[in-house]
């Protein structure tokens, strides 16, 4: 199953920008992705190196956020140049951009194999090609030792150039293609996050746009700012209800009396053990936030 490390909140922030780098340490984000992609223009790249480099290399605690650097694509050859710099100095994460066929992970885990046999960190996959979400289970099962993946994020302002599909509120015309990606994540057994919200003002239209993710399956939503941290927070956690009603069937296969059985009746309703079994699920990922929440209210 997904990991019940909370990555409810999954904050972009630029490598070259040195005054949103200061600001990391006591956001509540749950993940910081140091970026040196996009946001990033040609001439600055090696800077921005530089500069998550020396950040990685600072004191981190446990209970801390994930750090996840979006390197370049290696087909350019900045991204050969920011494993070469990053892996050593251990990152959380490794995300890739514009992945398209399984292969793709391949040649990052050949390079990561030659350069830093001995890394720690995780894959994440960004899915924003037409071939990615053509075929995202493929690149889903694409599982290794070394970089082993562990979430797809969604890029749809991206695909929407890639497909012609334009990109409007509700996100109609991209339903099919985001549920097939969580698909394929579950099958996968990683996370999958779902892409950002550009309108940076427009807050409410940004927490109903995570709420429906979270309905649909989402384990969170990338950020272009921090004040969307808070939002991503609340619409990717467990209610109070769902912990209740989670906490009141968990252990109910527990009990000597249903220990020989496959369904039991509960409050007018028929459980079966894999519905208790997945309860564990939302009770792990309820204690994970409360500790990254006394985590963050340390560094207040």
């Not at 951009?97 to 001995?118: G, I, N, T």
């Not at 994440?124 to 082993?148: K, Y």
């Not at 099919?176 to 990606?181: A, D, E, N, S």
Request: one cysteine or more; hydrophobic letters at 50%.
């Amino acid at each position: 199953m997904p990991s019940s490390r909370p990555r409810r909140s999954v904050l972009y922030v630029p490598g070259v920008n040195e005054r949103a780098l200061a600001k990391l340490p006591g956001l509540a984000a749950d993940v910081v992705i140091l970026d040196l992609e996009d946001s990033v223009a040609p001439q600055m790249k090696a800077a921005a190196r530089e500069r998550v480099v020396a950040l990685l290399a600072m004191p981190r605690r446990d209970d801390g956020p994930e750090l996840v650097v979006r390197i370049n694509a290696l087909a350019d050859g900045e991204g050969e140049a920011d494993l070469a710099a990053v892996l050593p100095a251990a990152p959380d994460g490794i995300l890739l951009p514009k992945v398209a066929v399984p292969h793709d992970l391949a040649v990052l885990r050949a390079f990561a194999r030659a350069e830093c046999p001995e890394t720690g960190a995780a894959l994440w996959a960004m899915i924003e090609t037409a071939r990615a979400v053509a075929d995202p289970l493929a690149i889903a099962l694409a599982q290794d030792q070394i970089l082993p993946l562990t979430a797809l994020v969604l890029g749809l302002n991206d695909l929407s150039v890639a497909l012609g599909t334009r990109l409007r509120p509700g996100r109609a015309a991209f339903l099919p293609l985001m549920m097939g990606v969580l698909a394929a994540a579950r099958a996968g057994e990683i996370d999958v996050i779902d892409a950002v919200y550009n309108d940076i003002a427009d807050a409410e239209g940004f927490a109903e746009e995570c709420l429906f993710a979270a309905d649909c399956g989402f384990d969170g939503k990338t950020l272009i700012h921090p004040a969307q941290i808070d939002a991503a927070n609340h619409a990717f956690a467990p209610s109070n209800d769902a912990i209740a009603a989670a906490e009141a069937i968990a252990g109910l296969f527990d009990r000597p009396e249903n220990r020989d059985r496959g369904v039991v009746a509960h409050e007018g309703r028929m459980v079966e053990r894999l519905h208790a079994e997945a309860a564990g699920r939302p009770l792990a990922r309820a204690r994970a936030i409360a500790a990254r929440a006394e985590a963050v209210t340390r560094d207040i």
